[in-house]
């Protein structure tokens, strides 16, 4: 092989693998503060000027030692997400954090992040934490686990997995860490029963194999949002 094609070969696998490594963008500098409200779209956030930096840009009074309301919740769940929105500081650097409070008997339902890997520790209570493999010939793998206070569950990036309290008479709070700045959050059964416009009842008897009476009825629920 001519010494310009390997080059070439070697710089294009070398591009190739950078891409299907990476999720976040990756920092060329020590930080790039997110301008929120630049006017230019990029895939994340344009750097704010590095002079009008200050230490405000990195840091956030959460309150995240202070229990969430949790009782107006249909699922008793309440998750509290700190990403690149709430903490500018946070772009490029492929990391947010999100504190999740369980009533008693509630759940985050199943969801994935398209954009995270997920690792989650119990702070107090007990969980049942679960996710679910892609697609394989043989079917659907579940993998599970019942937590309890100061155990570590992680949760592949992209998978469906959920976490469900099983005390009756007592709350469970986790901190999760997410490998980046924006994970993003698709809650099952919100996308395939509440999304605006509603998916055709045509389509969705047919997956699931049931009446579209079924269906109509599921899609006339009222589908929220536990995260904030």
Known sequence: MAPTTYFLLVSFVALVTSQA??????????????????PVKVNGFVCKDPMA??????????????????????????????????LPGLNTLGISLARIDYAPLGQNPPHTHPRATEILT???????????????????KLFTKVLNKGDVFV??????????????????????????????AITIANAVFGSKPP??????AKAFQVQK??????????WENNHN
């Open 21 to 38: 490594i990476a999720s976040d963008p990756s920092p060329l500098q020590d930080f790039c503060v997110a301008d929120i409200h630049s």
């Open 53 to 86: 930096v200050n230490v405000d840009d990195f840091f956030k009074a959460a309150n995240h030692d202070k229990p969430r309301d949790t009782m107006k919740s249909k699922v008793g769940s309440n998750v509290t997400l700190i990403n690149v929105m709430q």
């Open 122 to 140: 119990v702070l107090e209570g007990t969980l049942y934490v679960g996710f679910v493999t892609s697609n394989t010939d043989n079917g659907n």
């Open 155 to 184: 949760f592949p990036q992209g998978l469906i997995h959920f976490q469900f309290n099983p005390v009756h008479d007592k709350p469970a709070v986790a901190i999760a860490a997410l490998s980046s700045q924006n994970p993003g």
């Open 199 to 204: 998916i055709s009842d045509d389509v969705l």
């Open 213 to 222: 009476g079924t269906i109509d009825w599921l899609q006339a629920q009222f």
